[in-house]
């Protein structure tokens, strides 16, 4: 399976549950895992600040252990690369994506490691 169906799966089924209202943005948390993925976590968040990073930290709304595994390949081995990997499925998601419409419903839209910066990726 591509990283694209396998994303957009498990981002379908996050969206398809009862979202709650009053989120302002959403951040795609990223980790290195220890099992040579990269995991994504989406959380959603009722604050939104551009230059506080830590809107990212409220969590009031998390896929929690719902967790999407990327593994790390040759072309994907540097974090660097495994952050641009993510970024184009997650804009690929935004414009063609089932749900597409329920995460561009928010303020922004952000992707980052959670020990670094978070680069917005959309904004309404």
Same mark, same amino acid.
């Given at each position: 399976? #591509? ?14 549950? #009862?979202?709650?209202? =009053? ?20 959380? =959603? ?19 929690e252990v719902n967790i999407c595994y990327i593994?790390?390949?040759? #072309? ?6 495994g952050l641009n990997h993510i970024t184009v ?20 839209? =952000? ?14």
């Open positions: 399976m #591509d990283n694209y169906k396998l994303f957009s799966n498990w981002l379908n089924h996050i969206l398809e549950q #009862d979202i709650p209202e =009053g989120i302002k943005a959403f951040n795609f948390n990223l980790y290195e895992g220890s099992d040579d993925t990269y995991d994504i976590q989406l959380i =959603g968040s009722d604050e939104f600040d551009e230059k506080d990073f830590d809107w990212a930290c409220t969590d009031y709304f998390s896929s593994k790390r390949t040759e #072309d994907i081995e540097q974090w660097e690369q499925l997650v804009e690929r998601y935004l414009k063609e994506g089932e749900y597409a419409i329920i995460l561009k419903s928010v303020s922004a839209i =952000g992707i980052g490691f959670v020990d670094g910066d978070i680069d917005i990726l959309f904004r309404a």
